[in-house]
C-alpha cells in the first residue's frame, strides 16, 4: 500500500515536472515583441540571446525525456539508467536556468561599467514573458531535484532499510 | 548484517584511492578557476576624444566584480573546492572514522549538490563571457573583448579550469552513488538460512 502511494506520488511529480519544463519552453519560444525607438525601430526575440536559445533546447530535452520517463513499466531494468539521466537533466536545467538569468539580468538593469543599457525599458512584454519563462524553468528544477532524490532512493536501498 | 557489509566494501577496495585521486585533481581545477578569475582585473587608458590637438585619455578597468554572473562563479568554485577539500582531508586524516550508511548518503548528496552548483556557475560564465566577446548587436551591447584581451584570455582560463571541474565532479558523484549499492550476494546467504516454520 505505501510502495503504491510512493509510485503514484513520484508519476505525478514527474508529470508536473514535464508540465513546468513544457511551460517554460512554450513562454520562452513565444516572447516577441517590436517597438519602435526615435524611429529605429527595435524586435526582441528569443532567439537575439545564444542563453535564452539553449534555455529552450534545454527545456525542449527535459519535456521529451520526462515525456517518455511517464510511461517506463514498473519492473523494467532501465529504472538504473533514471537515476543517471536525472541528474543529468538536472544539471542541465539548471545551467540552463543559470545562464538565461544572468543574460536577463543585464537585459534588465543593464552593465554601466561596459556600457551595455538595458533593454527592458523599451520591450516590457518581452521582458515580463522571459521572467515568466525563467520562473516556470525555476519550478522544473525544483521539481526535479526531488524526483532525482526519490529515484536514487527507490534504485538503491541508501538507509539500509531492507535486511536483505 | 548488510551494514557492515556496505561499510567494508566502502573503506577498503579500489573504488576509495580511485575517488581521493579525482577529489584531489577536481579540488586544484575548481581552486584554479576560483583565483584565476579572482584576480582577474585589466586597467587600460584609451584616447576618448580630442580637444583641439591634445588628446583626452581616460582610464577604464575591467574586473570581474562588474558582473554578478562571474562573482557567483567565483564563489561557487570556492565552495566547491572546499568541499573536496574537506572530503579528501576526511579520507586521509580521519583514518578510524566509521563510514555509516548516514555518512556515505550525505556525502553522495553533497557531492549531487555541488556538481549541479558547479555546473551552473560555468554556464552562466560562460554565456556572459560570449556576449562580452561577441557583443549582441540586437541589444546593441558592444563586444569588449577586443579592448581588453587580457582580461578575456584570463577569464578564458578560468572557465576551462571550472569544465574540467564539472567533468571530473560528475565522474565523483557517479562513483559516490555507486559505493551506496549493496553487494548482492547477501540475499542469497539469508534465504539458505532461514528455517521452515512448523505451526
Known sequence: ??????????????????????????????????ASFFAVSLEAKYTDMAAFKYFVIANAVVSVYS????FLPKESLLWKFVVVLDLVMTM???????AALAVAQVGKKGNANAGWLPICGQVPKFCDQVTGALIAGFVALVLYVLLLLYSLHSVVDPFLLQKS | MAVSKLVLAATSGKSSKILLGL????????????????????????????????PIKATFTAKFQHTPAFVYFVVANAMVSFHNLLMVALQLF???????AFRLLSIAILDMLNVTLLSAAANAAAFMAEVGKNGNKHARWDKICDRFATYCDHGAGALIAAFAGVVLMVIISAVSISRLVQPNNKCSISTAASPSVAP
Do not use: Q, Y
Open chain 1, 1 to 34: 500500500m505505501v510502495n503504491l502511494t510512493k509510485r503514484i506520488g513520484a508519476l505525478v511529480l514527474r508529470l508536473a515536472a514535464f508540465g513546468a519544463a513544457l511551460a517554460a519552453l512554450i513562454v520562452m519560444v513565444t516572447s516577441h515583441e517590436r
Open chain 1, 67 to 70: 515525456f517518455l520517463v511517464l
Open chain 1, 92 to 98: 542541465l536545467l539548471t545551467s540552463s536556468l543559470s
Open chain 2, 23 to 54: 577529489r584531489v585533481l577536481a579540488f586544484l581545477a575548481t581552486l584554479s578557476a576560483a583565483i584565476v578569475m579572482g584576480l582577474n582585473k585589466e586597467t587600460k587608458t584609451f584616447v576618448v576624444g580630442n580637444v583641439g590637438n591634445t
Open chain 2, 94 to 100: 580521519g583514518g578510524k572514522t566509521e563510514l555509516t
